[in-house]
T-cell receptor, first 112, second 114 residues
Framework: DAKTTQPTSMDCAEGRAANLPCNHS???????VYWYRQIHSQGPQYIIH???NNETNEMASLIITEDRKSSTLILPHATLRDTAVYYC?????????????FGKGTKLSVIP | SAVISQKPSRDICQRGTSLTIQCQVD?????MFWYRQQPGQSLTLIAT?????????ESGFVIDKFPISRPNLTFSTLTVSNMSPEDSSIYLC???????????FGDGTRLSIL
C-alpha cells in the first residue's frame, strides 16, 4: 500500500470546520483513500473512504485532488468529541492484503 | 455499521497461560479479522478468520501461538497461547462486508502479562 504523510498535530476551534490534509503521492489506480480516527482507549472508528470522487456522509467530507496525490478530510462543525487521532490510509480494498496500515496520524485537538 | 463486542475488555494474566478473546457481531459479516496493537505501535494484522475453515495467518504469526475459530458469520475467537510479557498488547477484532468495503473495529482487549 502507498505511504501517506500527515501533520503530527492540529488545533481547531469548537464549531469551526476542521480540515485535515494527507499526502499520498505514490497512490496507485486501484487504491482507495480511507480515513479512520481513534479516540483514547477505543478501537479505530471508520469515517469515510473514496477512490476518485469527493465523498460526503453524516460524519465528514472527503476531498480528493484530481491527480489523487493528496486528500483532505473535512469535519464541518468540530465538537469537543472530535478530539482524536485521525489516520489517512491508502488501501487496495483487499486485492492484495487486508492489512490496514495505520501510520502515526494527526492528533486533532478541538478547543472550546 | 455493525456493532462489535469484544470480551474481555481487559485482563492481567500470568506468563505461560492462555487466554481466549471473543468477538461478537450483531449481524452477519463476510469477513472477520484479528489485529494486535503493541504499546506505542500501529495495528498489525494477525489473521483473517474464515468461517468453516482454517484462518489465514499473516507473516510472523502462527496457528500454534494464535489459534482462531470462526464457527459462524457473527462470532470468532482468538486465543493467545503460552503467553509471555511480549504478548502484552491490545488485541482488536474487525469486520468487513467484502472487498472495497471498510473494516469496522471493536474496542479491543487490553492484555497485560506478568
Amino acid at each position: 500500500d502507498a505511504k501517506t504523510t500527515q501533520p503530527t498535530s492540529m488545533d481547531c476551534a469548537e464549531g469551526r470546520a476542521a480540515n485535515l490534509p494527507c499526502n499520498h503521492s505514490t497512490i496507485s489506480g486501484n487504491e482507495y483513500v480511507y480515513w479512520y480516527r481513534q479516540i483514547h482507549s477505543q478501537g479505530p472508528q471508520y469515517i469515510i473512504h473514496g477512490l476518485k470522487n469527493n465523498e460526503t456522509n453524516e460524519m465528514a467530507s472527503l476531498i480528493i485532488t484530481e491527480d489523487r496525490k493528496s486528500s483532505t478530510l473535512i469535519l464541518p462543525h468540530a465538537t469537543l468529541r472530535d478530539t482524536a487521532v485521525y489516520y489517512c490510509i491508502v488501501h487496495d480494498g483487499g486485492a492484495g492484503s487486508y492489512q490496514l496500515t495505520f501510520g502515526k496520524g494527526t492528533k486533532l485537538s478541538v478547543i472550546p | 455499521s455493525a456493532v462489535i463486542s469484544q470480551k474481555p475488555s481487559r485482563d492481567i494474566c500470568q506468563r505461560g497461560t492462555s487466554l481466549t478473546i471473543q468477538c461478537q457481531v450483531d449481524s452477519q459479516v463476510t469477513m472477520m479479522f484479528w489485529y494486535r496493537q503493541q504499546p506505542g505501535q500501529s495495528l498489525t494484522l494477525i489473521a483473517t478468520a474464515n468461517q468453516g475453515s482454517e484462518a489465514t495467518y499473516e507473516s510472523g504469526f502462527v496457528i500454534d501461538k494464535f489459534p482462531i475459530s470462526r464457527p459462524n458469520l457473527t462470532f470468532s475467537t482468538l486465543t493467545v497461547s503460552n503467553m509471555s510479557p511480549e504478548d502484552s498488547s491490545i488485541y482488536l477484532c474487525s469486520v468487513g462486508r467484502g472487498r472495497d468495503q471498510p473494516q469496522h473495529f471493536g474496542d479491543g482487549t487490553r492484555l497485560s502479562i506478568l
